[in-house]
């Protein structure tokens, strides 16, 4: 090669080094994406409860686009599958913020009760329940006209209220007398009170909303349960509670694969996570997962289960074909809950006491190589960060995800 023509590649390669540098991963991480089109969206909403915020992170980018002010310490957040709409639980002021995804502006404030922490929302998108856990009851949102519809009284202490997916079913797990509420959604009335086990808290229900599992972290158990909302028993009702599972101690959250086939229970005191198989009721066994795991959270594929672990400041990879944890990924302060990109390609983890998310990266092995999971980046947000959901959408659309 002529001895001018190599000087001048020299030269181009010198300028552009430093300009894709400064062009940053996160512009080959947009590049990567499928062409969604310009009205292609995808955003992280994360509950900032000593800031009293909500940091959008945009997922293509993975950079801060804004920070909403809402209520009073804010906790629990959701997303409408339907509309692209968040909704933001705040427990001081208790009320509950409605931001429209598209400006990500708070666009109504609506009051419930005392000391709401979570929220659920219908799969219809139509309805959202928020337990009031120092009110005793469970306020019942229209999110069509943005009005509460009404409240129902529950157990005492309710901490978590779940719809099923039909829509028909609520179920309430009543924290301080140890037991849960079943709500028939449509008539906004408790149609069962199920004596459960000590401290129940975190609630799944099946796809095929037949049955519900509850955690007992004051019993070390699981509890199943029958919903039979069109059947009466020889005592008038036909919720009843088919099983009590023991299992590790303190279990403190539930990840239910898709499929509906098993339960995974992170079990905060015993380090580890047990796998209950949910059509007989049985803990199939138990594996040592990381010190103090407090949340897991499924692949859509069903094929494998992370775990944020509290204590030991990582997320551990479990393949749950294999049975056994195949990676583990150091993250920030305290991680506790988590989400997945569209995608299923990053995982955001909320690293409660550092204040910012750890984004983890899976990267798609080649024939024969193990797909390798490694940290990609950390994004601060707020203080005291405690929830968090990804919502992906077309502008000007229903909202529903592609």
């Known amino acids: 090669m002529p001895r001018p023509i190599l000087r001048k590649l020299l030269i181009i390669i010198v300028v552009l080094i430093p300009v894709l540098g400064g062009l940053g991963w996160w512009y080959f991480r947009e590049q990567a994406l499928p062409d969604y089109g310009p009205a ?88 959202a329940y928020v337990a009031n856990s120092g009110s005793a009851n469970v306020s019942v949102i229209d999110l069509e006209k943005r009005v509460l519809l009404g409240n129902v009284r529950v157990g005492s202490g309710p901490g978590l209220a779940r719809v099923s997916p039909d829509g028909a079913t609520v179920v309430v797990s009543n924290r301080a007398d140890n037991t849960v509420s079943v709500i028939d959604a449509k008539l906004l009335r408790v149609r069962a009170t199920l004596p459960v086990c000590q401290q129940p808290e975190d609630i799944a229900i099946l796809p095929d909303s037949g049955k519900a599992f509850v955690t007992c972290s004051g019993s070390s158990q699981v509890a199943s349960i029958a919903l039979q909302p069109n059947k009466k028993s020889a005592d008038g009702n036909g919720d009843h509670v088919l099983a009590l599972m023991d299992v590790g101690r303190t279990p403190v959250s539930l990840a239910l694969k898709p499929d509906g086939g098993e339960l995974i229970v992170c079990d905060f005191d015993s380090d580890s996570i047990s796998i209950i198989e949910t059509a007989n009721n049985e803990v199939g066994g138990s594996t040592l997962i990381g010190q103090h795991p407090t949340r897991g959270l499924v692949t859509r594929d069903n094929s494998r289960l992370y775990t944020s672990n509290f204590g030991s400041n990582n997320v551990a990879v479990y393949d749950i074909d294999l049975g056994r944890r195949i990676a583990s990924v150091a993250v920030g302060s305290h991680p506790d809950g988590l989400a997945l990109s569209q995608d299923q390609n990053y995982l955001l983890v909320l690293d409660t006491q550092a204040g910012d998310v750890t984004v983890i990266q899976k990267r798609t092995p080649r024939k024969l190589e193990p797909t390798e999971y490694s940290l990609l980046t950390m994004i601060p947000v707020g203080v005291q960060p405690n929830g968090i959901v990804v919502k992906a959408f077309m502008v000007g659309t229903a909202g529903k995800k592609k």
């Open 40 to 127: 292609y969206r995808e955003y992280a909403y994360v509950t900032n409860g000593k800031s009293n915020t909500v940091t959008v992170i945009d997922v293509r980018t993975f950079q801060p686009t804004k920070t909403i002010a809402v209520g009073l310490e804010p906790t629990g957040v959701a997303a409408n599958s339907k509309k692209n709409e968040i909704y933001v639980v705040n427990t001081g002021s208790n009320n509950v913020s409605v931001i429209d995804a598209e400006k990500n502006a708070v666009v109504a404030t609506i009051g419930v009760h005392g000391k709401p922490y979570f929220i659920d929302v219908s799969e219809d998108g139509k309805r």
